[in-house]
T-cell receptor, first 112, second 111 residues
Framework: GNSVTQMEGPVTLSEEAFLTINCTYT??????LFWYVQYPGEGLQLLLK?????DKGSNKGFEATYRKETTSFHLEKGSVQVSDSAVYFC???????????FGTGTSLTVIP | DVKVTQSSRYLVKRTGEKVFLECVQD?????MFWYRQDPGLGLRLIYF???????EKGDIPEGYSVSREKKERFSLILESASTNQTSMYLC??????????FGPGTRLTVT
């Protein structure tokens, strides 16, 4: 079946530190992969996506590369800001159906 | 920009009440979804709909029903609210095989 596993949090970093949030997946076919971000009290917002192997999604300084050989889609940012404090969700969408599969979320706090 | 709106940000209901949560999207998306989000459990799919009047059960449909009479509107119904249905409820919509867009969420408290 399909599933997503992401690193447990919470993660606390100092401003300007390097961020990695690990995400691995299990899928029966060739899924699309996504990172969503949820700021306090809000719904989820799409952060970036990749639809095929070796694609790199990027947005607002965040990047993730679709690695089929390691079934991974790790989120990275070179220099985090206080405003990046949020919960980050990795997700996959099977390309033959309508459902999404979400990881459990990783809470990030960036301190000045 | 895609806009998904939910009828209430915060809702307080009593045990046994019938509760309606409304979701509206303005981008002509075929698919609509209802999730609940609880600490430590992530997002869990309650129901989804891929067309008007069509619905499919998700992972946790017990105690819930849905209605989709128009393409832009997807309603979640708690027939008889219970305290274990206190949660954040998130609605989402998408085109076929594309990313989901979420509403701001409804925080429901059942007392």
């Amino acid at each position: 079946g399909n599933s997503v596993t992401q690193m447990e949090g919470p993660v606390t970093l100092s401003e300007e530190a390097f961020l990695t949030i690990n995400c691995t997946y299990t899928a029966t076919g060739y899924p699309s992969l996504f990172w969503y971000v949820q700021y306090p009290g809000e719904g989820l917002q799409l952060l970036l996506k990749a639809t095929k192997a070796d694609d790199k999604g990027s947005n607002k300084g965040f990047e993730a590369t679709y690695r089929k050989e390691t079934t991974s889609f790790h989120l990275e940012k070179g220099s985090v800001q206080v405003s990046d404090s949020a919960v980050y969700f990795c997700a996959l969408s099977e390309n033959t159906g309508n459902q999404f599969y979400f990881g459990t979320g990783t809470s990030l706090t960036v301190i000045p | 920009d895609v806009k998904v709106t939910q009828s209430s940000r915060y809702l307080v209901k009593r045990t046994g009440e019938k509760v309606f949560l409304e979701c509206v999207q303005d981008m002509d998306h075929e698919n609509m979804f209802w999730y609940r989000q609880d600490p430590g459990l992530g997002l869990r799919l309650i129901y989804f709909s891929y067309d008007v009047k069509m619905k499919e059960k998700g992972d946790i449909p017990e105690g819930y029903s849905v209605s989709r009479e128009k393409k832009e509107r997807f309603s979640l119904i708690l027939e008889s609210a219970s305290t274990n249905q206190t949660s954040m409820y998130l609605c989402a919509s998408s085109l076929l095989l594309r990313e989901q867009y979420f509403g701001p969420g409804t925080r429901l408290t059942v007392t």
